[in-house]
Structures are given as C-alpha cells and as structure tokens.
C-alpha cells in the first residue's frame, strides 16, 4: 500500500519537476503562476493538470486549442513515479524519503542540463550543503553510509579534479570541455557516493557521454555532450545497482 503512496506521490512531483524544467530556465516564478496553454497561454483547470490522467483523457491534445501537448509531461511525471516506488521498495522509508529528494533534484538538472546545456548552480549548493549535512548529522538517512570525512575529501577531490581538466582544456585547447556547473556538480554528487562510488560515476558517466556524443553527436557540428545529464543518470544508477548487487 505504502509503495502505491510513493507511485502517486512521484506522479504530483513529476507534475511540478515540469514545471520546474519549464520555467526555471526562464527566469520565472515556479510555485504562484498558475499553468497555462502552451500554444494558446489560456489558463489550465485543475482537473486538466492531473498528472499521466489528464494527459491520456485528452489523448494527448490540449483542450483549449487542440494542439499537440509536449511528451515531455507524461514522460517526466511517469519517470519521476517510478524512481519514488523503486526507492520504496529498495530502501528504509527515511532513506527512501531522502533520495526522492535527492534524485528529484537530479532529475530536473539531468533534463535542465540535456534541454539546455544550463546547470544551476543553487541545485549543485543543495546538493553538496545536504550531503555534508546528512554526514554529521545522521548518515543512515544515505543507504551509502558516507562519513563526513569521506563526503569532503571526495567532494574535494571530485571539484580539483573537473577543475583541473577544465583548465587544461581551455589552457591548451582553447575550448570549454567542462563548464562550472559540472565541476561542483561533481563535488555535490561526490559528497553523496563517497570515494569507491566517485570512481564509478567517473567511468559510467564517461561511457554515457561517448555513446550519447557517438549516437548523435557525431553528426552535428559544435556538438556540447550533455555531460550534466551523464552524471546524473550514473549517479542514480549506483544507487540503485549497490543495493540489487
Ligand atoms: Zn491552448
């Protein structure tokens, strides 16, 4: 029964990681606009904005004008619902409370940073500040059990590390392989792995990157890997792969 809680509760976050997702990058207010149309701006009825349910009553189509709604919405509602009941079903309920949290956060900047290459940098402060805070405070909230040692000396490592590439890159190359929201993405996701799980997300998120830039990227030109998403996918995956293996 709980795990059926944690399914809806995902669908009403993913409803408001759209909102997120859309808004954000522009600069607008998340939580007092009400939504509107995307083709006609009308305003939304409440019974239309109920989440993947109002997607499939209307097929698809938005009411006022007809017009093709996104799939982003029922793509990120569905996605967001599967990550909160797969962390009911593998983890404590506080742990699992905390990394719906935690991976929400991922979430919105896994699609911000592959819609439009932007990370933000107060998701990247949550994300170190938390994990730090989860350390001293109570590292049983984190199913890793990270110590507060380890959650620095790898939040630190990680930041040396992208920053160090990145300078390299623009030193010798002239190009910006790494922006700043990778390097302290790093160092906020490494604060969440500790150290044996850092080596991890360094080679799987390395792997995405190559098959992602070699399925598509190849053929467009100036292509910028997603590499935001990458570790953010890598990221959830260890979670997930730590507690099935
Ligand atoms: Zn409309």
Redesign the pocket.
């Known amino acids: 029964m709980i795990h059926i809680l944690f399914l809806i509760f995902g669908f009403l976050a993913g409803s408001f990681a759209n909102v997120c997702i859309l808004r954000l990058p522009k600069n607008e207010d998340v939580f007092l606009k009400r939504s509107a ?6 305003q939304i009825e409440w019974y239309l904005n109920i989440p993947i349910f109002s997607y499939l009553y209307l097929s698809g189509k ?4 007809g ?1 093709e709604l996104s799939k982003q919405y029922p793509i990120i509602e569905l996605s967001t619902g599967i990550l909160f009941l797969i962390n009911s079903l593998l983890f404590n309920l506080i742990q699992s409370i905390t990394l719906d949290l935690i991976f929400f956060v991922v979430l919105l900047i896994i699609v911000i940073d592959f819609k439009e290459r932007v990370i933000f940098d107060f998701m990247n402060y949550f994300l170190i500040l938390s994990g730090i805070i989860v350390s001293i405070i109570m590292p049983d909230l984190n199913p890793l059990n990270i110590s507060t040692l380890n959650a620095m000396i790898t939040g630190i490592i990680g930041f040396s590390l992208f920053f160090a590439l990145r300078y390299l890159f623009q030193k010798k190359r002239n190009v910006e392989a790494l922006g700043m929201g990778d390097v302290y993405l790093i160092a906020g996701l490494g604060v969440w792995l500790g150290f044996e799980k850092f080596l991890y997300i360094l080679s799987i998120s390395s792997f995405l990157g190559i098959f992602y830039y070699l399925l598509v990227g190849k053929k467009e030109e100036n292509f910028e890997i997603p590499y935001g998403s990458a570790l953010g996918i890598s990221f959830i995956l260890i979670f997930y792969f730590t507690k099935i293996i």
């Open positions: 149309c995307q083709h006609c701006s009308k938005s009411k006022c004008c017009k």
